[in-house]
Each structure stands twice: as structure tokens, then as C-alpha cells.
């Protein structure tokens, strides 16, 4: 890759996020690209080594400034896709890149629109943001419509505690919600990062608006009446709220199910998520920006998975 081209460090390369965003960049052709990890000998990270991504290894719960620094020195953008044991890590991040001179700093974000105080985990991102925007770093956060992979009801080859939730209706199933392709995330952040539009502001990318009862009647001509009948779980928003209930107060060790709750009761009964509420919020909208993207609808998003389906986050839900 050329030295002249602007240097693009990603921490978290080997999450599910990670690894698109990674990709959009290559794709792209004018970024040099550094992936941070703790394990650099996981397979992933081998093969972007052998496509010229430069591999630092590092744990960010042990990490030294004089690491950050050495490894941030000479970068343009960095971006960050953490675990949630690693957002206060971030921190760190933002001080050595202040220190080395990076101009744009992506936080770990890829999450929904959501005002604060309605999920526990989307709290501590909005806190990092304010850590950033008081540090001085110029910023881009990034918001997207929920995962299309999360969405469409799984076809029944796929089982398991994500297969069971993606078939489960929250409340009337009548709540618009955007929605954003997983896989083309890094050719959308891509576009981004070498946008001064974008600078210290806050973009919406979304692909597609549409309810759960949408999904599940394309679903429906897709995979038949009798897959709908056999896999299909309504929860009434009152025994949602139960189950939400319970976990918000569930002990720490199952915090992953108060993030999962807080979610679905964010997207799927307060409706959080749709480009409207976003642009509201002050985020800028990614299609008006980008007109020329055309982007595949929902349906057909569907169609492609269910003629090749495979799990997402294959490695855990929140990803390391």
C-alpha cells in the first residue's frame, strides 16, 4: 500500500464489526490499514496480514500510553470496535492519539439510536463520547440501523439462543425500526472517515426502515405458512416487560441479558431506532449525504440470507 495514503488504525479487528470495517477500508484502496487485537494468530488477522494490513498486538486493560502512542504514531483516523470490559479503555485510546496528533477518532459505537437512560450499555458509549468531546480529539460517532442479521426471522438449519431470538415477535410487531446491513458497514464507515462533512459529527447509516411484521410476512412467502406457525413467538408488550424487569435486576454475571432486553425494548416498544428520531438527535442522515449508495431493500437482504444462511457473531454475541 502507498506510505501517501492516509494511515486507518482498528482496534477490535477481529470482532464481527471489526472484520467489516477492516474489509470496507480494503475494499476502498485508499487507506493504509493497522488492526489492533489481543490475539494477532487468530486466522482472520493472519489473513489481513497477508493482504498488507499491518498486526499490532495489544490488550487494552494493560496497555501502556507509551504502546498507544507507538502504535497510533502517524495515523489519520482511528476506529474502535470493543467488548464492553474494553469502553473504558477508550480513554486511553484518546489520549495517545491527542498525544501523536490523529485527527479523527471512531469510538466503539455501531449501536442504535437511544436517548440516555433507556440501556444500561448504550449509557456507557454516550459517556465515551463526552470523555471525547471534552479531550479535544475531533470525533465521528456512528449509529446505524440495527443489524439486518439480527432481524429476519432464522431459517430453521440455524439453532441456538440467536436463532430462537431472531423468531420471537416483541409487543405488536408494528414498530418501525432502521435497519443496516452487517457486511456493508466498512464500505459505509469507509466513506465517512475521508468526509470532512462528517467531522465531530454524529451519522446515522441506515439502509432500510421497516417493522418486525414486515420482516415476518416476506418470511412467510420465503420459508412457508407452516415455518411461521411452528417457529413464531409473540411476546406481549406486558410480558416483555417482565422479562425485561427481571433482567435489569438479574445479577451482574448475566449483564448479557440486560443488554439483549434493553435492546429489543428500545428498538421493538419505544421504536428508538428510526432515521427520523436520529436526525432529531442531531446525527446527520448517511443517505443524504451519500445519494448515489443504492442499497438492497430488507427483503431483499432476506432473500440473499435465506438462500445462504450463516450465524453471525459466530464467536459471541458482543464480540472480542
Not at 487485537?37 to 489481513?48: Q, T
Not at 405488536?172 to 432502521?178: E, F, K, N, S
Not at 418486525?212 to 410476512?217: E, I
Given at each position: 500500500?502507498?506510505?501517501?495514503?492516509?494511515l486507518?488504525?482498528?482496534?477490535?479487528?477481529?470482532?464481527?464489526?471489526?472484520?467489516?470495517?477492516?474489509?470496507?477500508?480494503?475494499?476502498?484502496?485508499?487507506?493504509?490499514?493497522?488492526?489492533?487485537?489481543?490475539?494477532?494468530?487468530?486466522?482472520?488477522?493472519?489473513?489481513?496480514?497477508?493482504?498488507?494490513?499491518?498486526?499490532?498486538?495489544?490488550?487494552?486493560?494493560?496497555?501502556?500510553?507509551?504502546?498507544?502512542?507507538?502504535?497510533?504514531?502517524?495515523?489519520?483516523?482511528?476506529?474502535?470496535?470493543?467488548?464492553?470490559?474494553?469502553?473504558e479503555?477508550?480513554?486511553?485510546?484518546?489520549?495517545?492519539?491527542?498525544a501523536?496528533?490523529?485527527?479523527?477518532?471512531?469510538?466503539?459505537?455501531?449501536?442504535?439510536?437511544?436517548?440516555?437512560?433507556?440501556?444500561?450499555?448504550?449509557?456507557?458509549?454516550?459517556?465515551?463520547?463526552?470523555?471525547?468531546?471534552?479531550?479535544?480529539?475531533?470525533?465521528?460517532?456512528?449509529?446505524?440501523?440495527y443489524?439486518?442479521?439480527?432481524?429476519?426471522?432464522?431459517?430453521?438449519?440455524?439453532?441456538?439462543?440467536?436463532?430462537?431470538?431472531?423468531?420471537?415477535?416483541?409487543?405488536?410487531?408494528?414498530?418501525?425500526?432502521?435497519?443496516?446491513?452487517?457486511?456493508?458497514?466498512?464500505?459505509?464507515?469507509?466513506?465517512?472517515?475521508k468526509?470532512?462533512?462528517?467531522?465531530?459529527?454524529?451519522?446515522?447509516?441506515?439502509?432500510?426502515?421497516?417493522?418486525?411484521?414486515?420482516?415476518?410476512?416476506?418470511?412467510?412467502?420465503?420459508?412457508?405458512?407452516?415455518?411461521?406457525?411452528?417457529?413464531?413467538?409473540?411476546?406481549?408488550?406486558?410480558?416483555?416487560?417482565?422479562?425485561?424487569?427481571?433482567?435489569?435486576?438479574?445479577?451482574i454475571?448475566?449483564?448479557?441479558?440486560?443488554?439483549?432486553?434493553?435492546?429489543?425494548?428500545?428498538?421493538?416498544?419505544?421504536?428508538?431506532?428510526?432515521?427520523?428520531?436520529?436526525?432529531?438527535?442531531?446525527?446527520?442522515?448517511?443517505?443524504?449525504?451519500?445519494?448515489?449508495?443504492?442499497?438492497?431493500?430488507f427483503?431483499?437482504?432476506?432473500?440473499?440470507?435465506?438462500?445462504?444462511?450463516?450465524v453471525?457473531?459466530?464467536?459471541?454475541?458482543?464480540?472480542?
Amino acid at each position: 500500500m502507498s506510505q501517501q495514503k492516509p494511515l486507518v488504525v482498528v482496534f477490535g479487528a477481529s470482532g464481527e464489526t471489526g472484520r467489516s470495517i477492516v474489509e470496507g477500508l480494503l475494499r476502498s484502496a485508499e487507506f493504509r490499514v493497522a488492526a489492533v487485537a489481543r490475539n494477532p494468530s487468530k486466522p482472520n488477522l493472519v489473513k489481513f496480514a497477508e493482504r498488507g494490513v499491518t498486526v499490532h498486538q495489544a490488550d487494552l486493560l494493560a496497555v501502556t500510553q507509551e504502546r498507544l502512542r507507538e502504535i497510533l504514531t502517524g495515523a489519520d483516523s482511528v476506529i474502535a470496535t470493543l467488548p464492553a470490559d474494553c469502553f473504558e479503555a477508550q480513554k486511553e485510546i484518546v489520549e495517545a492519539a491527542k498525544a501523536v496528533g490523529v485527527k479523527r477518532f471512531v469510538p466503539d459505537d455501531f449501536a442504535t439510536e437511544a436517548p440516555t437512560g433507556v440501556m444500561y450499555l448504550h449509557d456507557q458509549k454516550l459517556a465515551i463520547r463526552e470523555y471525547i468531546k471534552k479531550s479535544g480529539l475531533g470525533y465521528t460517532f456512528v449509529e446505524v440501523g440495527y443489524w439486518m442479521q439480527m432481524v429476519l426471522p432464522w431459517p430453521a438449519q440455524l439453532t441456538g439462543f440467536l436463532a430462537d431470538m431472531t423468531r420471537e415477535v416483541v409487543g405488536t410487531g408494528d414498530v418501525p425500526l432502521a435497519l443496516t446491513n452487517l457486511s456493508h458497514i466498512g464500505d459505509y464507515v469507509a466513506r465517512v472517515i475521508k468526509d470532512d462533512r462528517t467531522l465531530n459529527q454524529t451519522v446515522f447509516i441506515w439502509e432500510d426502515e421497516k417493522t418486525q411484521n414486515q420482516g415476518w410476512a416476506h418470511t412467510e412467502r420465503r420459508l412457508g405458512s407452516d415455518f411461521v406457525q411452528q417457529k413464531k413467538k409473540v411476546i406481549p408488550e406486558a410480558e416483555f416487560m417482565k422479562q425485561l424487569e427481571a433482567a435489569r435486576t438479574a445479577p451482574i454475571e448475566q449483564i448479557v441479558m440486560r443488554y439483549v432486553e434493553e435492546y429489543r425494548y428500545s428498538l421493538y416498544i419505544r421504536g428508538d431506532n428510526t432515521a427520523a428520531k436520529a436526525k432529531a438527535a442531531g446525527a446527520l442522515d448517511f443517505k443524504e449525504l451519500y445519494p448515489d449508495v443504492k442499497a438492497p431493500t430488507f427483503e431483499e437482504f432476506m432473500d440473499a440470507f435465506y438462500e445462504s444462511p450463516r450465524v453471525p457473531y459466530a464467536d459471541g454475541f458482543f464480540e472480542t
